[in-house]
Nanobody, 122 residues
Framework: QVQLVESGGASVQSGGSLRLSCTMYGFTANKYCLAWFRQAPGQGREEIVD???????WYRSSVKGRFTVSRDMAKNTMYLQMDRVKPEDTAMYYC????????????????WGKGVQVTISP
């Protein structure tokens, strides 16, 4: 059983930075996709970035150039470095994992974390 636990959520001012972590307990997959999703109040959940076991990455256009995904599999941890944050980045942030294949997207995710709140003030 895999358990994902996010940390690092905070309230910061616009233009600032923060780093989210996703610790993946019980994770042993060799083929996988790891992703970050977010959900703003009153809006649907959207995938913002993912990375697979081949180090291929995808970024939503709204975060490309500002957010960076990375992973340290020796620590079973994925990170999301968020720079030059904007008020529209305010949302609950969730990490997710597909532990069977490297296909990404919400429909392919097997496990989800409970989320952390990120609030960006003007």
């Amino acid at each position: 059983q895999v358990q994902l636990v996010e940390s690092g959520g905070a309230s910061v001012q616009s233009g600032g930075s923060l780093r989210l972590s996703c610790t993946m307990y019980g994770f042993t997959a060799n083929k996988y996709c790891l992703a970050w999703f977010r959900q703003a109040p009153g809006q649907g959940r959207e995938e913002i970035v993912d990375i697979d076991n081949n180090d291929d990455t995808w970024y939503r256009s709204s975060v490309k150039g500002r957010f960076t995904v990375s992973r340290d599999m020796a620590k079973n941890t994925m990170y999301l470095q968020m720079d030059r944050v904007k008020p529209e980045d305010t949302a609950m942030y969730y990490c997710a994992a597909n532990v069977e294949t490297f296909f990404c997207g919400a429909a392919n995710m097997d496990y989800w974390g409970k989320g952390v709140q990120v609030t960006i003030s003007p």
